[in-house]
């Protein structure tokens, strides 16, 4: 009898603890991509958030409490507007930077401006941390602030770069030489030069 | 400040050399450009799959082994294999129809050496545009305000070639853009022999011109998932700008 009572107060006790943490299964990455890259294909991101999914629980419910207040509306609104996969809507704002999220709280949720760094998560080898810049809305950098170094490097520095999706659009500039694929004739090159010298660039 | 550019066909197409120099001029320049087309024409002679004489040629009937090649083609052997591994096999140059065929990664390999004997010889800024893989030293000199600029070059939107889609600022490295639009669809998944359709065009800025080109192929190949490929160390400063095929968009990394 004393132990059906151990083995249901158990039960109830784990259920309980199941439910209190909210699953840790996105990473930074993934709120970055939510952010800013309404094209640029989710591979990168999810080979960022595979590595990164493995983040202490303890860190990732610990920016789920700081965090569900302030930066759920944010990240939806944005979400909604660039057409991303709605893979992230609770979980991976949950895990953009608190303080940035705290920030960004007051403003109007319309235009995302300014530097956020995501938190420091371990990936089982050492500790990744990603620092996005976002004007308007959109991503204008990231970069890794901390990767893990040694012998896992290759394979840990691969989830870091982060593809910035942009609008192909014509560019004036002055240049001093242009970059196409191959040219296979004399006449073809000299009628590019000539072209790009007419349209001013 | 002297200036000399000077255009020649070489490989099938033009290479295009633009440099300036404070100390190098005249005749020792003029010989400084001559030393670099007899380079191009050498490269031609070694690498060329469409002379019979060339040692690629025979390497790929299998009449030379790959140790009795000159020192520059097994070189350039050494290379196809790092970028095959690089790319995890994207760039491929042993699994092109009829042997191996490393001129995915000649022609950036090339113009870096080409701008290296005009450094050598004293020029101080240099562009090599060897058919648009660019080799880049020094900035170029500005004679209008008297100054020193990194070379802005652009990329060519593949849809509209008369176009600058993207400028890069480089004062020395490499720039290579790989695509379907000029020779039409000469690239191919050696994975599966198809045509590469990852990319409409793919730049690749860096260090290194013969893995700029390498890559630039590569990622016409591997589309957006290439973007793994830039976190391994070996092509940490290296920059990837690509066109994708159907959306006016592009991506970079």
């Not at chain 1, 960022?48 to 202490?56: D, E, H």
């Not at chain 2, 060519?156 to 639009?181: C, H, L, Q, W």
Request: aromatic content about 6%.
């Amino acid at each position: 009898m004393k132990r059906a009572l151990l083995i249901a107060g158990g039960t109830v006790g784990g259920l309980g603890a199941v439910l209190a943490i909210t699953p840790p299964q996105l990473g930074p990455t993934s709120a970055i991509n939510i952010a800013g890259a309404p094209i640029a294909g989710a591979d990168t991101t999810a080979s960022a958030s595979a590595s990164s999914s493995s983040a202490t629980s303890a860190a990732t419910t610990k920016a789920t409490a700081a965090a569900t207040k302030s930066s759920k509306p944010v990240a939806t609104k944005s979400a909604s507007a660039t057409k991303t996969p709605a893979s992230g809507n609770s979980a991976a704002s949950n895990s953009a930077n608190p303080t940035a999220a705290a920030t960004s709280a007051q403003a109007a949720p319309a235009a995302i401006n300014g530097t956020f760094t995501g938190p420091s998560v371990n990936v089982n080898y050492g500790n990744v941390q990603v620092k996005i810049t976002v004007v308007n809305g959109r991503i204008t950098d990231a970069v890794a602030v901390k990767a893990p170094t040694g012998k896992n490097d290759r394979y840990t520095n691969m989830a870091v770069p982060i593809l910035k999706a942009q609008t192909l659009k014509a560019q004036s500039a002055n240049i001093q030489g242009a970059s196409g694929a191959s040219y296979t004739s004399y006449g073809w090159f000299t009628s590019l030069q000539g072209a790009i010298a007419l349209a001013g660039l | 400040m002297n200036q000399l550019r000077r255009q020649f066909p070489v490989w099938g197409t033009i290479v295009d050399v633009d440099c300036f120099s404070q100390s190098v001029g005249g005749a020792q320049l003029d010989r400084a450009m001559e030393s670099v087309i007899e380079f191009c024409e050498n490269v031609d002679r070694d690498f060329s799959t469409y002379k019979d004489e060339s040692w690629v040629t025979r390497l790929r009937q299998g009449k030379v082994a790959i140790v009795d090649c000159p020192d520059d083609v097994r070189v350039v052997w050494e290379l196809c294999a790092t970028a095959k591994d690089l790319s995890d096999g994207a760039f491929d140059p042993w699994a092109v129809d009829g042997g191996f065929d490393p001129s995915g990664l000649v022609k950036g390999w090339a113009a870096d050496k080409c701008a290296d004997l005009l450094v050598a010889a004293g020029v101080g800024h240099v562009q090599v545009n060897a058919a648009g893989d660019l080799a880049l030293r020094g900035g170029w000199f500005d004679s209008v305000t008297g100054v020193v600029k990194p070379w802005s070059i652009g990329v060519v939107n593949p849809d509209e070639r008369t176009e600058i889609v993207k400028v890069f600022d480089i004062t020395d490295g490499a720039i290579a853009t790989s695509g379907t639009y000029e020779r039409g669809a000469h690239i191919h998944d050696p994975l599966n022999g198809l045509i590469a359709i990852g990319a409409k065009s793919a730049t690749v800025v860096g260090p290194e011109g013969w893995l700029c080109d390498a890559m630039a192929t590569a990622v016409m190949v591997g589309g957006q998932d290439s973007a793994q490929w830039f976190g391994q160390p070996e092509l940490q400063g290296y920059q990837v700008f690509a066109v994708n095929r159907h959306e006016q968009t592009a991506w970079s990394i």
